[in-house]
């Protein structure tokens, strides 16, 4: 969820702020909850995980509005940290959650591969810190959403396990790097009429994070009633 524009009442990319915003309001809320709620149950590390991506995903969605309102199109560099910090995160999440053996190794040697190729990628060019690098966010989106699509899969008529958050995540993922893929923030901004694509992505990181908020209602009761 990156915002590129000016803000100012007469702005007519407002409204894309004003709804970004209250995305990054929802995340905090859902972080806490989750942080308050690891406190008082008995916990694993796939929970720890998720906790812990929570948390640096409000961090870099922080900065990245602040970037984005003192200085607009300065934090394209930010999707970088965003999309690397949250593959590494998900990735070993997935890998806890996954049960089969083959599809554990899978998750390894995914990320493996993506590693070493991002990191030519960046060897070669180190202006693609400073640009939007399609083949890292392309990778990654279609990797994460390779993974929800399996663990959904895998829960199919079972107890729901972090089964909002899946939908939540793959729905998002999807939409993101569509945007994303673009490459070039012009295409995503039209000026007569104005239009600011950006703002649905924010609408699709609302859903993501209503997702979250029903998932940690989800985990909530299912510990009550455990108890």
Request: proline share 2%; net charge positive; hydrophobic share 55%.
């Amino acid at each position: 969820m990156f915002n590129f524009f000016t803000i100012n009442m007469d702005n007519p990319f407002l409204i894309g702020f004003l709804i970004s915003v209250l995305g990054l309001f929802l995340l905090l809320i859902n972080t806490l909850l989750f942080v308050y709620l690891k406190k008082n149950i008995a916990t694993n590390i796939t929970f720890n995980l998720l906790v812990v991506f929570l948390i640096s995903y409000f961090i870099i969605e922080f900065i990245c509005n602040i970037l984005g309102f003192l200085k607009p199109a300065s934090n394209i560099f930010v999707s970088h940290f965003a999309f690397n910090i949250q593959f590494l995160l998900l990735s070993a999440f997935f890998y806890k959650l996954f049960n089969q053996n083959g599809i554990k190794k899978m998750v390894i040697v995914a990320y493996v591969i993506y590693i070493i190729i991002n990191g030519l990628l960046y060897f070669l060019r180190p202006q693609l810190f400073w640009e939007f690098n399609l083949f890292e966010i392309s990778y990654i989106s279609f990797a994460i959403i390779g993974y929800t699509l399996i663990h959904i899969y895998n829960n199919l008529g079972e107890n729901k396990k972090y089964f909002y958050f899946t939908i939540g995540l793959s729905t998002y993922m999807l939409s993101s790097s569509l945007i994303f893929l673009t490459g070039n923030i012009e295409l995503v901004f039209y000026e007569n009429p104005y239009i600011d694509i950006w703002v649905f992505n924010s609408l699709f990181f609302i859903v993501y994070q209503i997702l979250i908020f029903k998932e940690w209602r989800y985990i909530r009761q299912v510990n009550a009633n455990n108890n």
